[in-house]
């Protein structure tokens, strides 16, 4: 459960409470910063909405009174586990102002839509991002200059393969998501969705079937790419497909155990003669595969979510000092450089000549989006708000 703040001084801070699915369970306005100053009434707020939602994680945005914000949340009691995150907002306020959004939250104001989409973010980013225009991300030097169809084409083939890699988490996916699934089109995303929100949860694939219009035939292509993680079955959370459960579960009785202990035990699974499963429908690679996902079922490949922290003394332009070392996040990647945020509102440039100690040609050779990294202050330009950035150290 999800508390999702797209923060601000005047207009105060956006505020939404979501469900483990990204249901949106209430949304407020607090007043903690200037003008209004209204701290004890937006604390009071804030700790009442953590209690009663059981808030698990705060998603705060990246954009004005971002850093504010975050010092302000650490005077809230959080409950027990939950941790502040800073969620990039680029194309937060599109998304807000999109059909998809208006279809969504019909009859929300469009900055409870942009506190959403934050909250969302954290939860199941992908989910998210596929709601938006890659132009409008604001990453890349000429995303606006190339054929804006191929480009398309090309987010189109990322996202396929990214879903081919990790799987789609099935509780959390967006309609939008979904449709990228093997055997699922947008009208039974659309049907999946709906019926999420009808029934709640899915507890296992098979849940699937109940799904209106989706037969056997598309739960036979879409089942080994979408995820339960709260399913009894732990197969249910893994690349293996419902028609091999039996195969597996006779694995499992092979060598005296049950499926769970099968995935825990290398032991256990070192018994197993695969040979001896060879069948007409079931190969050798198959069977290889099959044991290779049940060593580390539901394997993300992709790196884990750090907790990142600018330094604490410099929250504005005019705090830098040339010769200040800070940490940072890559937040776009040019020809001439990388821009990396720390934390002062307005991104800094590492040029190409001062990423690494060696004739770089591609800055890409050394960093990526998101990357945390560690950066030196250059110079600090006031009247232009330009800053330089150095990685030689």
């Known amino acids: 459960r999800t508390m999702a703040i797209d923060p601000g001084f005047r207009n105060g801070c956006k505020i939404a409470c979501l469900d483990e699915q990204g249901g949106l369970l209430n949304h407020t306005v607090i007043f903690p910063h200037p003008p209004r100053n209204e701290k004890v009434k937006a604390l009071t707020e804030l700790q009442q909405l953590l209690d009663k939602y059981h808030i698990q994680a705060v998603a705060i945005g990246n954009g004005t009174a971002s850093r504010e914000t975050e ?4 005077r809230v ?9 800073t969620v990039s907002e680029d194309g937060a306020s599109i998304y807000s102002a999109s059909e998809i959004a208006r279809e969504e939250f019909p009859d929300e104001d469009v900055t409870v839509r942009g506190a959403v989409s934050i909250g969302r973010r954290l939860m199941d980013p992908l989910s998210e991002l596929v709601k938006i225009d890659p132009k409008n991300l604001g ?11 191929k480009l398309k084409h090309s987010l189109d083939q990322t996202v396929e393969s990214c879903v081919n890699a990790v799987g789609v988490e099935l ?6 998501l979904l449709s990228y699934v093997s055997g699922i089109g947008p009208a039974l995303a659309d049907n999946i969705v709906r019926h999420r929100n009808r029934e709640g949860a899915f507890t296992c694939r098979e849940d699937l079937l109940k799904v209106d219009r989706l037969g056997p035939k598309a ?13 009894a079955n732990p197969l249910d959370h893994s690349a293996v497909h419902p028609e091999r459960y039996g195969l597996v ?11 769970q202990t099968l995935i825990d035990s290398k032991e256990a699974r070192s018994r197993v003669d695969i040979d001896s499963f060879v069948s007409d429908d079931c190969g050798l690679p198959t069977l290889h595969d099959i044991m290779k996902e049940l060593e580390k079922p539901g394997l993300d490949p992709r790196a884990r979510f750090e907790v990142f922290e600018f330094d604490k003394n410099v929250s504005k332009i005019e705090d830098l000092r040339e010769g200040m070392e800070l940490p940072g996040i890559v937040t776009n990647i040019t020809a001439f450089g990388a821009f990396v945020d720390v934390g002062v509102h307005q991104d800094g440039l590492v040029h190409i000549s001062q990423l690494a100690n060696r004739r770089v040609n591609d800055p890409s050779e050394v960093v990526h989006l998101h990357q945390h990294v560690r950066v030196k202050v250059l110079d600090v ?4 708000r330009r800053i330089s950035l150095t990685m030689k150290f």
């Open 77 to 85: 009691r959080l409950p027990e586990g939950c941790k502040l995150w």
């Open 219 to 231: 739960y036979e292509q879409s089942a080994g790419f979408l995820r339960v993680r709260e399913s």
């Open 171 to 176: 509780n959390t996916a967006s309609r939008e």
């Open 71 to 74: 010092e302000f949340l650490r």
């Open 139 to 149: 990453i890349g030097q000429y995303q606006h200059d190339v054929d804006q169809k």
């Open 381 to 384: 330009d006031l009247r232009r």
């Open 249 to 259: 579960e006779r694995m499992a009785k092979s060598v005296g155990c049950d499926v």
